[in-house]
């Protein structure tokens, strides 16, 4: 076995994916050529601080998983994308660089969204994906920066994926990152935390922005890069409590046609046909525009029209719902080449100072670091699907024993996914479905 294919296999058993994003199996986008690897340090959402965390206390690993994604694919050339005001990290990640060749540093100016991928290939190498597309179309792959230090753990230390990194903040009494088992409840990360300093709040998996809102019961996953505690009356907890039938209400009786939604549109700022006031006016007046409700799949729901939208409408609420219904009609969107330069799009730029006072959580933005200590779940619930494709399945029953990183559930030959490994010691409990169930003895 050649040691390209030798990286490939250990990542694809070690059930790596991405861990910043919708937890694309690593080892599909390491079985391809490129011209160049990009690790996505732009970590733009307000109040995380995992990838911060991650490289000044492992910045050797994640360069190393660099290496072996640039020799994986053929590419000439690894980039670091990071944020300029990340400066110790870029100091810490400046000394070890030069022990690595083919390598480089990227300085990113601090807006929203500088690590959605469509943008940060644009920001980086100045190339346009095309709509619908993704970076392999111009010979990019992109990695989030804890997918590059799973991968390493992968190949050299024949580690699986097992745990995760994940900010705990928002309106806790201490904030901070963790390297914690996954599938251990969440409500037990609130409690090394201090616990919530306030009586009424939402829980997010991720960005106050784009992640998802969950339940003291749900669990880390392997794409869970935070847990934010969001009080009542924040942008992100309002939001959250409508429904999509009240937002189309909203939007018929409310949109003005302003265009402000469009304007500051980052994919239409890179020239995309998504133009979310047409969404919205042809949702309101029932309308059969097809080509204006098909421009909606390239919507990347990054919400920025959320934060600026003057009447407080949400149309990236009302894309989701377009995009959703579509799915169902299996309607896709063509692959086409971006061909409109829009000029303003420099000066149009969303700063994230500005994203965060708009948000409501300037008063919970603390730095957080990295605290090492050895979590003990008392059980974990690990899910079967946690990535992009199928679910895996069981290969253990309840009342196995299992050890930490042992294999409990794999994807069947020939189907997209990942493996899933078990992230404690202790006994199988319970197995459904969903996931399975691990007590510690």
């Known amino acids: 076995m050649s040691i390209n294919n030798e990286i490939i296999e250990k990542v694809k058993n070690s059930g790596v994916v991405g861990a910043g994003g919708a937890g694309f199996p690593a080892h599909i986008k390491l079985n391809s050529k490129c011209d160049a690897v990009i ?5 733009c959402e307000p109040l995380l601080f995992t990838n911060q965390a991650l490289i000044m206390t492992y910045a050797d690993e994640v360069l190393k998983g660099l290496q072996l994604a640039m020799q994986a694919t053929g590419a000439k050339k690894g980039i670091i994308a990071i944020k300029k005001k990340y ?3 870029k100091k810490a990640l400046s000394e070890k660089i030069k022990n690595y060749e083919d390598m480089e540093i990227f300085e990113l100016s601090d807006f929203y969204p500088a690590g959605d991928e469509h943008v940060i290939v644009y920001e980086v190498l100045g190339k346009k994906i095309p709509m619908a597309g993704i970076p392999l179309d111009v010979g990019v792959v992109v990695h989030n920066v804890e997918t590059l230090f799973n991968i390493k753990k992968a190949y050299y230390d024949e580690v699986p994926v097992t745990e995760k990194f994940v900010t705990i903040s928002g309106a806790v009494k201490y904030p901070m990152v963790l390297k914690v088992p996954i599938g251990m409840k969440f409500n037990e990360l609130l409690d090394l935390s201090g616990g919530p300093i306030t009586k009424d709040f939402i829980l997010i998996d991720g960005g106050p922005m ?29 939001s959250r409590r409508i429904k999509i039938d009240v937002q189309l209400k909203r939007a018929r009786t409310a949109c003005c046609q302003c265009r402000m939604c469009t304007d500051l549109c980052p994919r239409y700022l ?21 080509e204006s409700l098909t421009n909606a799949l390239l919507c990347s729901e990054c919400g920025l029209c959320e934060i600026t939208c003057p009447m407080g409408l949400s149309p990236r609420s009302v894309n989701a ?5 579509l799915s169902e009609k299996k309607v896709r969107y063509n692959k086409k080449p971006v061909e409109v330069e829009r000029p303003e799009r420099e000066n149009r730029k969303f700063s994230a100072r500005k994203l965060l006072i708009r948000l409501g959580l300037s ?8 605290t090492d200590v050895k979590i003990n779940a008392r059980e974990v619930k690990i ?4 990535h992009a494709g199928s679910p895996a399945v069981p290969i ?21 996914g990942a493996n899933i490994h078990a992230s404690i010691d202790g006994i199988v409990t319970e197995i459904d479905e969903i996931a399975i169930t691990i007590k510690n003895e």
């Open 396 to 416: 253990v029953k309840v009342g196995d024993k299992v050890n930490k990183n042992e294999l409990i559930a794999e994807v069947k030959e020939g189907q997209h």
């Open 39 to 43: 690790a996505n340090f732009a970590e």
């Open 363 to 370: 008063d919970y933005y603390h730095h957080a670091d990295f």
């Open 210 to 238: 784009m992640g998802k809102e969950v339940g003291l019961d749900d669990v880390v996953t392997k794409t869970t890069s935070a847990l934010l505690v969001v009080p009542v009356n924040t942008l992100p907890y309002n």
């Open 87 to 89: 400066e110790d990290c």
């Open 321 to 325: 719902n377009v995009k959703k219904i």
């Open 383 to 386: 899910l079967l699907k946690q």
């Open 270 to 290: 890179l020239g995309h046909r998504l133009e979310p006031h047409k969404i919205m006016r042809t949702v309101s007046f029932g309308l059969m525009d097809v």
